[in-house]
């Protein structure tokens, strides 16, 4: 939604066939994450998911940069992360570098032999199926492979990059934060960012964008929500997420 015209009027036609003429509110995913990590305050969005978008709010004005898909961008995402472990893995796979510890991961993740795993990805060019590979990557990141970890260093230099560049807009320090499932890679990848944007800097996780679209309804309906409720809707998520976890594993 809001990426292009065509888009934004494909994607409310489909949402229209579902819910019909019943009042509602369709906007990108990426404003919902805004909201839950800062809420109405003037700050700046890095929102890492499957892809990557930056939103900031000025007074009373939302502006917008990256979310530029994966082919031409999508930097410091999922997969982009994954895209890029898949670049340093064919030059383990011809040589160029002595490990051979992301080659094993693809040939696991994709459940072929190298060769065979490269040509189906090239074939299929499934970004969810690829993004799904990042995790992977952060596992040999957290083991402390260098080449793992320099991937990870690329990524938190470009959310620095792009947090630096609209800064300069603002007259005081404004509420920064960094959402998204990439922020699951673990602290290691967290304390990069810390290092390099700002230490007050807020990490929020994928599923917790979910209470953007709470905060947003309630808004709409005139219901004023602050800080305090905020973190109980955010305490009320991460237990559900971690009943549903428990329950997995039972």
Not at 88 to 95: I, P, Q, S
Not at 143 to 167: C, H, P, T
């Amino acid at each position: 939604m809001g990426d292009t015209k065509q888009l934004t009027q494909l994607g409310e036609s489909l949402v229209r066939e579902k819910i019909g003429t019943r009042d509602s509110v369709i906007i990108n995913d990426g404003l919902l994450s805004y909201s839950a990590a800062n809420m109405d305050r003037d700050g700046i969005v890095f929102d890492g998911g499957t892809g990557s978008i930056v939103f900031y709010k000025m007074g009373d004005t939302y502006y917008r940069r990256a979310g530029w898909d994966w082919f031409s961008g999508d930097n410091a995402s999922a997969a982009w992360i994954a895209r890029k472990a898949l670049n340093v893995a064919t030059m383990e796979y011809d040589g160029i570098l002595k490990e051979k510890l992301l080659v094993r991961e693809v040939e696991n993740y994709f459940g072929n032999d190298f060769p065979d795993a490269i040509a189906g990805i090239e074939q299929t060019r499934n970004k969810r199926h690829v993004s799904g590979f990042a995790p992977s990557v952060s596992k040999l990141a957290r083991a402390g492979y260098e080449e793992a970890i320099n991937i990870f260093e690329e990524s938190s230099d470009y959310i620095a990059a792009m947090v630096k560049s609209i800064l300069p807009q603002y007259k005081t320090t404004p509420e920064i934060s960094v959402i998204g499932g990439t922020m699951m890679a673990g602290e290691f990848y967290t304390d990069m960012i810390r290092r390099k944007v700002s230490p007050d800097v807020n990490i929020f996780f994928s599923y917790q964008a979910a209470i953007g679209g709470i905060l947003t309804l309630m808004k709409d309906m005139g219901i004023h929500a602050g800080i305090n409720e905020k973190q109980d809707l955010i305490q009320q998520i991460n237990e559900m997420v971690y009943l549903r976890d428990i329950m997995t594993l039972k």
